[in-house]
């Protein structure tokens, strides 16, 4: 017997009050980005939500079929635009396997450095435009807000130094990483990890020691251990409904297994849970950064080196799922290779995708203010949902 | 000078005086709130964007005035007006020096308190006339939130009344020469914290914004207004807020009392209205919005029961200490 309904739509029995159909989206300050939900509301009340999604389809999977695998990564960014880094490292890696291609050492903990990197910046992210939700444009949410993107420049700023982007990087390549750290990155690096570090845990103080936060946290959408699995959620999520599960730990990529540090679990399943998970994600994060720094070897950073065409990297036939943890849980890519220089299919798993199907099944029965405040503690990005 | 002359010239100097106060104190409270999260503010219009409340209102008036098809038109066009007239008249009985006001009526903050709650009309009217369903919801949320946080306002204002023995305003500021009310052992503080809390509620600033909750409702009952009649939306939500803040300056803070000569007056009760209007501005840009059942909540259970009780412990002190009963 399962519990998941068979369509997005989920509405609460009747009791005999008079309902009214909301549209929310996808135009709406806080559909981060292009979520419809259409609520029906009993008053304050939540009683049903018709979930859509679709606004931002930009035919990926597609698009990746008519273009090379030295020119694709640079396009994958574009899925997961919040967390840029983690798409091309999923693409990569499929590839890699196919073509069973070596990553020299150097080059794995540069993307280590990079994904971690860019966890701290999109979880950074997330905090701002969650507290933004909850608090408005125009009071306190604002606040943290402005706080999170001032720290999060600081790791831009780091990527456009390494990479000469802030957004969309291209960094990750078939067989490596294609630019190596320049002179003077290291110190830079870790002076903004010390910086960062502190910051947290002014914000921590800020949110935590704030009654108004926590009550509109704690006890929030909450998400069983069982339906977090039964629906197929992954990252910060399901570890917040108490499933130790980090890809980093249970299936190590690219060097993870020569770091110390903890996965965060918590049992709670709501709102504060995940907001919990992520806190401690941070700090996890630039633990990493700094062990990977300090441990960083010298030699190669591509086992292909000069690139002199587009079309140069072809990988025999085959097929492969690479998956990788990022910031908003299992990123997925599953590629089949027909030994030319382009692959023959291409499928993405994204993490926000999986995660958003979480919504019509903790929605109902909430207030409206509190519709806002879960699909924050979601973290979508619909470039990842649509593709 | 005959006495209607005075009459008519008075209130005009008082309202244009609101006016100019009210225009500028946005630009206040963006530079405060930009300080508080490491911005600078307006900066570009005029030496430290001294002239952006003045281009920001020359752009409202410039812009296109929306109705909605499905609007509700007289109530749709009247609402700003009904909204703005309570909260500029609240003014009226607010004493700026010795004997300098509009009218210093014997019953003066039972008529601020009266008037001030009829401000819930106008936003009814706004949020039912737009026919919009985000704009329908935050007419009922504001019904909820006047009527429950309005209580809770006038107890806390009642302190200082009976502290006072008056309901007259220059009464009230009259008599705390020696003392102001906000540096009374132990009723003044805690009726100066229900004041501010109250206070933030009943102006529906953030954290109880709900009416306006604009990652939930997009802009609450002023969702379809445009133009002129969003800003004098705009102009009777921030005079209000001043009027409470004048209010409170002259509850709490001895009004017009300061060093200086006699004239300085006026100058410090602006000032001390500023700082009341800081206040609130400084809880606005800190917390989280509150949601609508944890508000009734808050108010009913909590700040209800407590205003309540500091006021009847007033009176028992305030009888305990007079002579002779």
Redesign the interface.
Known sequence: MSTVAPSTRVELDYTGSER?T?NMGPQ???AHGVFRAILT?E??EVVGIDAMIGYLHRCHEKLAETLTYAQYPSIASKTDYVAAMTSEFAYVRAAEMIGKIEVPKRAQYLRVIAAELQRVASHLLWLGTW?????????????VF??CI?EREFILDLFEALVGARLLYGFYQVGGVRYDLPPGWTDTCRETVDFIDRRIDEYQRMLEE?P??L??TQGVGVVSRELAQEVGLSGPLVRGSGVNYDLRRTDPYSSYEDFDFRVPVETGGDCFARYRVRMVEFRESLTIVRQALEKLPEGPISSRPGLKSVAQIRIPKGEAYARVEGARGEVGCYLIADGGPKPYRMKWRGASFSNLAILPHIIPGH??????AIMGSVDPVFGEVDR | MPGWVVSLIAPFIVLNAILGIVTYVTLLERKFAARMQSRVGPYRVGPHGLLQPIADAIKLMMKEDVVPDAADRPVYNLAPIVFLIPCMLIFATIPFAPGLGVADLNIGILFFLAVSAMEIVGLFMAGWGSNNKYALLSAMRAVNQVISYDLPFIFAALVPVLLAGSLRLSDIAAAQAGLWFVFYPVIGQLAFVAFIVSTVAAENRAPFDILEAESELVAGFRVEYSGMKFAIIQLGEYAHVIGASFLGALLFFGAWAGPGPEWMGPIWFLLKAMVVFLLVTWVRWSFVRIRVDQMLALSWKALLPATLVLLIGTAVVVVWRTPGV
């Open positions: 009214l909301m709406h300050p806080s509301l008053g304050e507290c933004l939700d909850m608090g408005g444009a125009l009071g306190g949410g604002a606040t402005l706080y001032r704030n108004f936060f009550v509109r207030k409206v203010a509190d519709v806002v």
